[in-house]
Protein backbone atom coordinates (compact mmCIF):
# COMPACT_ATOMS: atom_id res chain seq x y z
CA UNK A 1 0.00 0.00 0.00
CA UNK A 2 2.76 2.25 0.69
CA UNK A 3 4.34 2.20 -3.29
CA UNK A 4 0.12 2.69 -4.20
CA UNK A 5 0.45 6.10 -1.89
CA UNK A 6 4.00 7.16 -3.46
CA UNK A 7 2.56 5.62 -6.79
CA UNK A 8 -0.22 8.79 -6.32
CA UNK A 9 2.05 11.13 -5.17
CA UNK A 10 4.50 10.42 -8.51
CA UNK A 11 1.24 11.27 -10.62
CA UNK A 12 0.71 14.12 -9.06
CA UNK A 13 3.94 15.34 -8.96
CA UNK A 14 4.38 14.94 -12.84
CA UNK A 15 2.29 18.11 -12.87
CA UNK A 16 5.19 20.30 -11.60
CA UNK A 17 2.16 19.93 -9.86
CA UNK A 18 -26.77 15.79 3.12
CA UNK A 19 -26.92 16.07 -0.81
CA UNK A 20 -27.94 19.23 -2.59
CA UNK A 21 -28.62 19.81 -6.25
CA UNK A 22 -28.93 22.61 -8.78
CA UNK A 23 -29.59 22.72 -12.74
CA UNK A 24 -26.81 25.57 -12.69
CA UNK A 25 -29.36 28.02 -13.82
CA UNK A 26 -28.98 30.02 -11.04
CA UNK A 27 -29.54 33.64 -10.92
CA UNK A 28 -26.56 34.39 -9.19
CA UNK A 29 -26.09 37.76 -7.08
CA UNK A 30 -23.53 40.26 -8.63
CA UNK A 31 -19.55 40.01 -7.96
CA UNK A 32 -20.00 42.87 -5.50
CA UNK A 33 -21.34 40.51 -3.02
CA UNK A 34 -18.28 38.71 -3.19
CA UNK A 35 -15.97 41.51 -1.93
CA UNK A 36 -16.50 44.86 -1.35
CA UNK A 37 -19.72 45.32 0.55
CA UNK A 38 -21.48 43.57 3.45
CA UNK A 39 -24.60 41.86 1.73
CA UNK A 40 -25.76 38.60 2.12
CA UNK A 41 -24.21 39.03 6.03
CA UNK A 42 -25.05 37.63 9.41
CA UNK A 43 -23.83 38.28 12.85
CA UNK A 44 -22.58 35.96 15.16
CA UNK A 45 -19.82 36.71 17.74
CA UNK A 46 -20.42 40.38 17.42
CA UNK A 47 -18.76 39.98 13.94
CA UNK A 48 -20.36 40.12 10.74
CA UNK A 49 -19.65 36.67 8.71
CA UNK A 50 -20.69 36.12 4.80
CA UNK A 51 -22.62 33.44 3.34
CA UNK A 52 -21.20 30.59 2.34
CA UNK A 53 -20.27 31.46 -1.01
CA UNK A 54 -19.05 35.15 -0.55
CA UNK A 55 -17.13 33.83 2.47
CA UNK A 56 -15.55 31.05 0.10
CA UNK A 57 -14.95 32.70 -3.21
CA UNK A 58 -12.32 35.00 -1.83
CA UNK A 59 -10.12 32.15 0.11
CA UNK A 60 -10.14 30.14 -3.40
CA UNK A 61 -8.72 33.82 -5.56
CA UNK A 62 -6.12 34.02 -2.15
CA UNK A 63 -5.55 30.36 -2.92
CA UNK A 64 -4.44 31.07 -6.11
CA UNK A 65 -3.00 33.93 -6.55
CA UNK A 66 -0.57 32.85 -3.73
CA UNK A 67 1.12 30.45 -6.49
CA UNK A 68 1.48 32.92 -8.91
CA UNK A 69 2.82 35.81 -6.93
CA UNK A 70 5.00 33.71 -5.56
CA UNK A 71 6.39 32.53 -9.20
CA UNK A 72 6.71 36.59 -10.51
CA UNK A 73 8.57 37.28 -6.99
CA UNK A 74 10.82 34.73 -7.63
CA UNK A 75 11.39 35.81 -11.46
CA UNK A 76 12.04 39.34 -9.90
CA UNK A 77 14.88 38.50 -7.46
CA UNK A 78 16.30 36.49 -10.39
CA UNK A 79 16.49 39.35 -11.96
CA UNK A 80 13.87 38.28 -14.99
CA UNK A 81 11.40 41.24 -14.05
CA UNK A 82 11.08 45.00 -14.74
CA UNK A 83 9.84 46.07 -11.49
CA UNK A 84 11.07 49.50 -11.53
CA UNK A 85 7.61 50.75 -13.05
CA UNK A 86 5.56 48.89 -10.50
CA UNK A 87 6.93 48.28 -7.44
CA UNK A 88 7.48 50.71 -4.82
CA UNK A 89 11.48 51.99 -4.60
CA UNK A 90 11.25 51.65 -0.69
CA UNK A 91 9.94 47.73 -1.90
CA UNK A 92 12.59 47.39 -4.12
CA UNK A 93 15.87 48.19 -1.95
CA UNK A 94 15.77 45.25 -0.06
CA UNK A 95 13.36 43.16 -2.31
CA UNK A 96 16.28 40.88 -3.41
CA UNK A 97 18.06 39.57 0.08
CA UNK A 98 14.44 39.93 2.53
CA UNK A 99 11.03 38.93 2.45
CA UNK A 100 8.00 41.45 1.15
CA UNK A 101 7.25 43.08 4.31
CA UNK A 102 5.45 46.09 3.68
CA UNK A 103 2.72 46.88 5.99
CA UNK A 104 4.27 50.73 6.53
CA UNK A 105 2.72 52.07 2.97
CA UNK A 106 -0.41 53.02 2.21
CA UNK A 107 -0.44 54.87 5.73
CA UNK A 108 0.26 51.10 7.47
CA UNK A 109 -2.38 49.44 5.33
CA UNK A 110 0.27 47.60 3.40
CA UNK A 111 0.29 47.53 -0.27
CA UNK A 112 -2.82 47.84 -2.32
CA UNK A 113 -4.00 45.33 -4.26
CA UNK A 114 -4.21 47.73 -7.40
CA UNK A 115 -0.53 47.51 -7.30
CA UNK A 116 -0.16 43.45 -7.04
CA UNK A 117 -2.70 43.45 -9.83
CA UNK A 118 -0.34 46.38 -12.04
CA UNK A 119 2.52 44.30 -11.21
CA UNK A 120 0.49 40.79 -12.93
CA UNK A 121 -0.63 42.72 -15.62
CA UNK A 122 2.65 44.31 -16.22
CA UNK A 123 4.67 40.42 -16.78
CA UNK A 124 2.28 38.92 -18.24
CA UNK A 125 3.71 37.46 -20.63
CA UNK A 126 6.21 36.02 -18.21
CA UNK A 127 3.50 34.76 -16.36
CA UNK A 128 2.39 32.86 -19.58
CA UNK A 129 5.76 31.39 -19.14
CA UNK A 130 6.16 30.42 -15.59
CA UNK A 131 2.36 29.23 -15.78
CA UNK A 132 1.42 27.99 -19.40
CA UNK A 133 -1.64 26.08 -17.90
CA UNK A 134 -3.29 28.62 -15.32
CA UNK A 135 -2.29 31.95 -16.64
CA UNK A 136 -5.47 32.90 -18.56
CA UNK A 137 -7.45 31.76 -15.56
CA UNK A 138 -5.15 33.59 -12.85
CA UNK A 139 -5.66 36.90 -15.24
CA UNK A 140 -9.53 35.93 -14.93
CA UNK A 141 -9.26 36.25 -10.95
CA UNK A 142 -7.60 39.49 -11.15
CA UNK A 143 -10.21 40.94 -13.56
CA UNK A 144 -12.80 39.89 -11.11
CA UNK A 145 -11.12 41.22 -7.72
CA UNK A 146 -9.91 44.53 -9.65
CA UNK A 147 -13.59 45.25 -10.54
CA UNK A 148 -14.51 44.83 -7.25
CA UNK A 149 -11.88 47.05 -5.67
CA UNK A 150 -12.35 49.47 -8.49
CA UNK A 151 -16.23 49.75 -7.69
CA UNK A 152 -15.68 52.26 -5.03
CA UNK A 153 -12.83 54.66 -6.01
CA UNK A 154 -12.87 56.17 -2.79
CA UNK A 155 -10.77 53.77 -0.65
CA UNK A 156 -9.13 50.25 -1.27
CA UNK A 157 -10.15 47.38 0.85
CA UNK A 158 -7.38 44.82 -0.12
CA UNK A 159 -4.21 44.62 0.87
CA UNK A 160 -0.72 42.56 0.87
CA UNK A 161 1.03 43.04 4.10
CA UNK A 162 3.52 40.15 3.66
CA UNK A 163 4.85 37.48 1.68
CA UNK A 164 7.45 35.52 2.42
CA UNK A 165 9.08 33.23 0.07
CA UNK A 166 12.32 33.90 -0.49
CA UNK A 167 13.71 30.75 1.92
CA UNK A 168 11.04 28.71 -0.40
CA UNK A 169 13.67 26.14 -0.88
CA UNK A 170 13.64 24.98 2.82
CA UNK A 171 10.44 26.14 3.77
CA UNK A 172 6.66 26.62 3.31
CA UNK A 173 5.44 29.77 1.14
CA UNK A 174 2.87 32.11 2.94
CA UNK A 175 1.04 35.17 2.54
CA UNK A 176 -0.78 37.48 4.45
CA UNK A 177 -3.77 39.73 3.64
CA UNK A 178 -5.62 42.30 5.30
CA UNK A 179 -9.52 43.12 4.09
CA UNK A 180 -10.58 46.31 5.66
CA UNK A 181 -14.22 46.13 4.67
CA UNK A 182 -14.98 42.88 6.31
CA UNK A 183 -12.03 43.52 8.94
CA UNK A 184 -10.30 40.32 8.72
CA UNK A 185 -6.53 38.93 8.31
CA UNK A 186 -6.21 36.30 5.90
CA UNK A 187 -3.34 33.81 6.31
CA UNK A 188 -2.96 32.03 2.65
CA UNK A 189 -0.76 29.31 2.46
CA UNK A 190 0.57 28.15 -1.07
CA UNK A 191 0.36 24.67 -2.15
CA UNK A 192 3.06 22.47 -3.26
CA UNK A 193 5.01 23.82 -6.30
CA UNK A 194 7.88 21.84 -8.12
CA UNK A 195 10.95 20.05 -6.87
CA UNK A 196 13.15 22.50 -6.31
CA UNK A 197 11.45 23.26 -2.84
CA UNK A 198 10.69 21.03 0.06
CA UNK A 199 6.98 20.48 -1.01
CA UNK A 200 7.06 17.02 -1.80
CA UNK A 201 9.55 15.94 0.59
CA UNK A 202 6.84 17.35 2.83
CA UNK A 203 4.58 15.66 1.50
CA UNK A 204 6.02 11.96 1.79
CA UNK A 205 6.86 12.62 5.44
CA UNK A 206 3.66 10.74 6.25
CA UNK A 207 4.84 9.54 9.68
CA UNK A 208 3.26 10.77 13.03
CA UNK A 209 4.74 13.66 14.89
CA UNK A 210 3.43 14.48 18.02
CA UNK A 211 1.89 18.16 18.36
CA UNK A 212 1.24 19.23 21.63
CA UNK A 213 -2.05 19.64 22.72
CA UNK A 214 -3.26 23.40 22.51
CA UNK A 215 -3.87 24.92 26.02
CA UNK A 216 -7.21 25.63 26.02
CA UNK A 217 -8.19 22.15 25.47
CA UNK A 218 -6.10 20.30 27.73
CA UNK A 219 -9.15 19.74 30.61
CA UNK A 220 -11.22 18.84 27.95
CA UNK A 221 -9.62 15.48 27.10
CA UNK A 222 -8.62 12.25 28.34
CA UNK A 223 -5.47 10.44 28.58
CA UNK A 224 -2.56 11.22 26.29
CA UNK A 225 -4.99 13.60 23.98
CA UNK A 226 -4.47 15.75 27.28
CA UNK A 227 -0.52 16.14 26.68
CA UNK A 228 -0.36 15.46 22.66
CA UNK A 229 -2.49 14.66 19.44
CA UNK A 230 -0.45 13.05 16.50
CA UNK A 231 -0.21 14.71 13.24
CA UNK A 232 1.49 14.42 9.58
CA UNK A 233 5.07 14.92 10.62
CA UNK A 234 5.74 16.76 7.18
CA UNK A 235 3.09 19.17 7.61
CA UNK A 236 3.77 19.69 11.09
CA UNK A 237 7.65 20.19 10.39
CA UNK A 238 6.97 22.80 8.34
CA UNK A 239 5.18 25.13 10.18
CA UNK A 240 6.10 24.04 14.10
CA UNK A 241 9.41 22.12 13.46
CA UNK A 242 11.22 23.00 10.89
CA UNK A 243 15.15 21.67 10.85
CA UNK A 244 16.06 23.84 7.78
CA UNK A 245 14.85 27.10 9.45
CA UNK A 246 17.64 30.11 9.28
CA UNK A 247 15.54 31.71 11.70
CA UNK A 248 12.17 31.42 13.36
CA UNK A 249 9.64 29.29 12.64
CA UNK A 250 6.93 30.10 10.15
CA UNK A 251 4.53 29.32 13.00
CA UNK A 252 6.60 32.76 15.06
CA UNK A 253 6.96 34.31 11.84
CA UNK A 254 2.82 34.14 11.04
CA UNK A 255 1.94 35.52 14.85
CA UNK A 256 4.44 38.54 14.68
CA UNK A 257 2.90 39.30 11.69
CA UNK A 258 -0.84 39.25 12.28
CA UNK A 259 -0.80 40.22 15.72
CA UNK A 260 -0.59 44.22 14.94
CA UNK A 261 -4.33 44.02 12.99
CA UNK A 262 -6.30 41.76 15.49
CA UNK A 263 -5.00 44.23 18.17
CA UNK A 264 -7.65 46.32 15.90
CA UNK A 265 -9.98 44.25 16.09
CA UNK A 266 -9.79 41.68 13.20
CA UNK A 267 -10.61 38.45 13.06
CA UNK A 268 -8.65 36.00 11.57
CA UNK A 269 -8.70 33.77 8.86
CA UNK A 270 -6.70 30.84 7.19
CA UNK A 271 -6.72 29.15 3.87
CA UNK A 272 -4.86 27.22 1.21
CA UNK A 273 -5.12 24.53 -1.53
CA UNK A 274 -3.68 21.42 -1.19
CA UNK A 275 -0.64 21.37 0.64
CA UNK A 276 -1.50 24.78 1.51
CA UNK A 277 -4.85 24.07 2.97
CA UNK A 278 -3.03 21.04 5.43
CA UNK A 279 -0.91 23.63 6.64
CA UNK A 280 -3.78 25.74 6.71
CA UNK A 281 -5.47 23.10 9.29
CA UNK A 282 -2.58 23.08 11.27
CA UNK A 283 -2.38 26.24 12.12
CA UNK A 284 -5.86 26.92 12.46
CA UNK A 285 -5.99 23.83 14.98
CA UNK A 286 -2.68 25.93 16.96
CA UNK A 287 -4.29 29.54 16.65
CA UNK A 288 -7.91 28.21 17.90
CA UNK A 289 -6.47 26.20 20.68
CA UNK A 290 -3.96 29.00 22.42
CA UNK A 291 -4.64 30.99 25.27
CA UNK A 292 -2.83 34.26 24.27
CA UNK A 293 -5.41 36.59 24.76
CA UNK A 294 -4.83 38.78 22.05
CA UNK A 295 -6.06 36.37 19.35
CA UNK A 296 -9.51 36.37 18.64
CA UNK A 297 -11.95 33.82 18.32
CA UNK A 298 -13.59 31.79 16.39
CA UNK A 299 -10.89 31.10 13.95
CA UNK A 300 -11.88 30.75 10.26
CA UNK A 301 -10.28 28.16 8.08
CA UNK A 302 -11.82 27.83 4.89
CA UNK A 303 -9.74 25.50 2.51
CA UNK A 304 -9.55 23.89 -1.10
CA UNK A 305 -8.66 20.06 -1.38
CA UNK A 306 -6.78 18.89 1.69
CA UNK A 307 -4.56 15.76 2.12
CA UNK A 308 -5.43 14.30 5.44
CA UNK A 309 -3.79 16.11 8.49
CA UNK A 310 -3.96 13.57 11.69
CA UNK A 311 -5.16 10.63 13.36
CA UNK A 312 -8.29 10.26 14.93
CA UNK A 313 -7.11 11.55 17.98
CA UNK A 314 -6.35 15.03 16.73
CA UNK A 315 -9.48 14.74 14.36
CA UNK A 316 -11.40 14.33 18.46
CA UNK A 317 -9.59 17.21 19.57
CA UNK A 318 -10.56 19.01 16.49
CA UNK A 319 -14.11 18.43 16.99
CA UNK A 320 -13.68 19.62 20.73
CA UNK A 321 -12.89 22.97 19.67
CA UNK A 322 -15.56 23.20 17.27
CA UNK A 323 -18.45 22.22 20.27
CA UNK A 324 -16.24 25.55 22.27
CA UNK A 325 -17.07 27.67 19.13
CA UNK A 326 -13.28 28.36 19.09
CA UNK A 327 -13.21 27.80 15.45
CA UNK A 328 -15.18 27.34 12.22
CA UNK A 329 -13.99 25.16 9.43
CA UNK A 330 -15.38 24.71 5.74
CA UNK A 331 -13.20 22.21 4.11
CA UNK A 332 -13.90 22.24 0.36
CA UNK A 333 -13.37 19.30 -1.66
CA UNK A 334 -14.35 18.18 -5.14
CA UNK A 335 -15.62 14.83 -5.66
CA UNK A 336 -13.28 12.66 -7.21
CA UNK A 337 -9.78 14.13 -6.40
CA UNK A 338 -8.05 11.92 -4.92
CA UNK A 339 -5.62 14.17 -3.09
CA UNK A 340 -8.13 14.54 -0.27
CA UNK A 341 -7.96 10.70 0.72
CA UNK A 342 -4.01 10.37 0.99
CA UNK A 343 -2.19 9.43 2.91
CA UNK A 344 -4.87 7.12 3.93
CA UNK A 345 -2.70 5.92 6.74
CA UNK A 346 0.60 6.97 8.10
CA UNK A 347 3.68 5.44 7.13
CA UNK A 348 6.39 3.72 9.67
CA UNK A 349 6.43 1.53 12.10
CA UNK A 350 3.39 1.93 13.93
CA UNK A 351 0.39 2.80 11.12
CA UNK A 352 -2.47 4.40 12.12
CA UNK A 353 -5.73 5.76 9.94
CA UNK A 354 -5.80 9.43 9.08
CA UNK A 355 -8.67 11.46 10.29
CA UNK A 356 -10.22 14.50 8.53
CA UNK A 357 -11.68 17.75 10.02
CA UNK A 358 -14.24 20.18 9.64
CA UNK A 359 -17.68 20.61 7.87
CA UNK A 360 -16.72 19.22 4.48
CA UNK A 361 -18.88 20.93 1.33
CA UNK A 362 -18.12 18.22 -1.49
CA UNK A 363 -18.52 19.42 -4.95
CA UNK A 364 -20.14 17.93 -7.96
CA UNK A 365 -21.04 18.84 -11.28
CA UNK A 366 -24.98 19.54 -10.81
CA UNK A 367 -24.90 19.49 -7.09
CA UNK A 368 -23.16 19.16 -3.61
CA UNK A 369 -23.27 17.65 0.22
CA UNK A 370 -22.37 18.53 3.31
CA UNK A 371 -20.67 16.01 5.96
CA UNK A 372 -19.15 16.20 9.28
CA UNK A 373 -17.08 13.82 11.13
CA UNK A 374 -19.59 13.42 13.60
CA UNK A 375 -22.24 11.50 11.38
CA UNK A 376 -19.73 9.79 8.67
CA UNK A 377 -20.68 6.46 7.72
CA UNK A 378 -19.45 3.68 5.58
CA UNK A 379 -20.53 5.73 2.29
CA UNK A 380 -18.72 8.62 3.52
CA UNK A 381 -15.85 6.90 4.01
CA UNK A 382 -15.90 4.85 1.23
CA UNK A 383 -15.66 8.38 -0.62
CA UNK A 384 -12.83 9.26 1.48
CA UNK A 385 -10.96 5.96 0.01
CA UNK A 386 -8.43 6.54 -2.45
CA UNK A 387 -10.79 4.96 -5.17
CA UNK A 388 -10.69 7.70 -7.20
CA UNK A 389 -10.01 8.20 -10.70
CA UNK A 390 -6.49 9.09 -10.54
CA UNK A 391 -5.99 9.48 -14.41
CA UNK A 392 -8.32 12.52 -14.10
CA UNK A 393 -6.60 13.48 -10.55
CA UNK A 394 -5.18 17.41 -12.29
CA UNK A 395 -8.88 18.24 -13.54
CA UNK A 396 -10.58 17.25 -9.86
CA UNK A 397 -7.76 18.66 -7.96
CA UNK A 398 -7.66 22.43 -9.85
CA UNK A 399 -8.95 25.47 -8.28
CA UNK A 400 -10.84 26.44 -11.12
CA UNK A 401 -13.49 23.14 -11.27
CA UNK A 402 -13.43 24.16 -7.82
CA UNK A 403 -14.85 27.87 -8.76
CA UNK A 404 -16.78 26.62 -11.17
CA UNK A 405 -19.09 24.24 -9.59
CA UNK A 406 -19.20 26.97 -6.61
CA UNK A 407 -20.45 29.07 -8.96
CA UNK A 408 -23.31 27.11 -10.29
CA UNK A 409 -24.02 26.22 -6.45
CA UNK A 410 -23.86 30.05 -5.92
CA UNK A 411 -27.58 31.07 -5.51
CA UNK A 412 -28.31 28.15 -3.08
CA UNK A 413 -25.08 28.59 -1.27
CA UNK A 414 -25.50 32.32 -0.70
CA UNK A 415 -28.16 31.62 1.07
CA UNK A 416 -26.42 29.20 3.70
CA UNK A 417 -24.09 30.51 6.33
CA UNK A 418 -21.23 28.45 8.51
CA UNK A 419 -22.84 29.29 11.96
CA UNK A 420 -26.36 27.88 10.69
CA UNK A 421 -24.54 24.77 9.37
CA UNK A 422 -23.44 23.91 12.87
CA UNK A 423 -26.23 24.32 14.45
CA UNK A 424 -27.68 21.78 11.88
CA UNK A 425 -28.30 18.41 13.73
CA UNK A 426 -28.51 16.20 10.16
CA UNK A 427 -24.83 17.79 9.55
CA UNK A 428 -23.14 17.79 12.90
CA UNK A 429 -24.92 14.93 14.63
CA UNK A 430 -28.04 14.50 17.76
CA UNK A 431 -24.48 14.89 20.16
CA UNK A 432 -23.07 18.09 18.81
CA UNK A 433 -23.52 21.19 20.68
CA UNK A 434 -21.48 24.28 19.98
CA UNK A 435 -20.90 26.45 22.99
CA UNK A 436 -21.56 30.56 22.15
CA UNK A 437 -18.16 33.00 22.90
Known sequence: MERFFVFISVLIAQRGLFVLASDGANDVKPLTAVVGTKSGTKTHYGYDYPNIYDESIPMLWSSKLVYAFADLVEAGRAGQLDLQHTFPPEVLEKYEDQRLDVRDLSDGNGLPFNTIAQIVKSNKEKLKELRPSDAEYIETIIAKVQAVEDADQTTDSLFLETFTSIDQATQCVYGVLKDTNYKRIIVVFRGSTDLSTRDWQTNFSAQMAEMRTPKLLVDKLKGKLKNRVLVHRGFYNYIFNNKKADGDQRFDMILAD??????????????????????????????????????????????????????????????????????????????????????????????????????????????????????????????????????????????????????????????MYLHDLYENEEIMGKGFSRDEL
Request: proline share 6%.
Open 258 to 415: IKPFVEDGYKIYVTGHSLGAALSSLLSFKLAGSDKSWIPKPISCISYASPFNGSGGFQKAFTQLEKMGLIRYLRITNDNDTVPTIPPFSLGLRRRLMKHVGINLRLKDNSFSLHHPNTNGLANALRNSVLKPVWSVLKYHDLQLHEERMDKQQKVLQD
